[in-house]
């Protein structure tokens, strides 16, 4: 069945952050290069309860040993990545404070590591960013700082190998990274033999968007926008009707600068299938925010629980792709 999109209406113009959020929890090992996601045979992922917001992620899991040993396991979270800074200021990330992690073993709260990789083209180039002593988020606010220390000649290289880039001048240099950064939680845990375990995280999601986008009715006419609005269109599962009802609050609210904004929300779902068998009882609530917003999603089943709230309930649910959000807010002609 083609996954469905669902929507609702507008916002009063904020320019607040589109939101990526975090991920499934998953059992993981330490390889070169990384972590390594691996499937297990013995704990069952039995509930999964989600609920993400521009401005909140929740989520608990129940989890079963269903082995006769205590098993000691390392668990990770991955979050989605925060992609190359866009050299055409068309889109912003930041941390806004940061993601102020919190996470709970039965009711409990507990320690967790978050480790940063810079990935370019499926390649871990961390070691080598540190070794230059620049912080491996572009959008640090240390980062021009650092990079004023590194030799002009590892600059260069830089450059050279395709992962950095100035766009301004050598008075006024304006430096693009085009790695991504990749962010995992982890913590090592215990599940009892034959025992159910509750865990708990809460996050404020990392803050991602662009100002307008490419979902305007005279875009759609541009064939060299083509390939990137056919992209949007899968990634959000957008259809004729969503676009309709586009169409005709952007003429209500268009000005000489536009009409809205965009807000993106992802979570990593692809890592719940690693858990033995598919998860039991499976629930989603995506919030968004303001009761005018229109919002779109990839997902089966979706119900409309309040103004700004859509719940997904599913059982004995495999994940089979990560999801991805689109929230448009509209701005105020006022």
Sequence with gaps: MRPQCYTTFAIFFALVGAQPACANDSEAETAVGGFTLVKSDSISMDSEDLFISRDLVR????????????????????????????????????????????????????????????????????????????????????????????????????????????????????????????????????FPANATVTVEHEYKPLAGGSVGGNLDAWRRKDKELEKEFNQTLSRYCIDKEWLASFDRIEKTKRTDMGAYSEVWLGYVLKTGANWKGPIGDFRLVVDKGKADSLVSFCMDGVKKISPTRFEVRRKNFTPDRDLDILIIDWWNRN
Excluded: C
């Excluded at 082995?67 to 668990?75: C, G, W």
């Design 59 to 190: 989520v608990k899991y129940r989890f079963t040993n269903k082995s006769d040993a205590p098993i000691e396991t390392l668990v990770a979270f991955p979050l989605p990545d925060i992609p190359p800074t866009d050299a055409e200021n068309t889109s912003y990330w930041s941390e806004k404070g940061g993601i102020k992690f919190k996470t709970k073993i039965d009711g409990k709260p507990i320690d967790f590591e978050t480790v940063e990789q810079a990935i370019f083209k499926d390649k871990d180039l961390s070691a080598r960013l540190t070794a230059l002593k620049l912080p491996l988020n572009r959008l640090a606010k240390d980062f021009e700082d650092a990079l004023k220390k590194v030799p002009k000649a590892e600059v260069a290289k830089l450059v050279a190998d395709g992962l950095m880039e100035n766009t301004g001048s050598e008075e006024y240099p304006n430096w693009v990274a085009n790695w991504s950064l990749r962010t995992t939680i982890t913590r090592h845990q215990t």
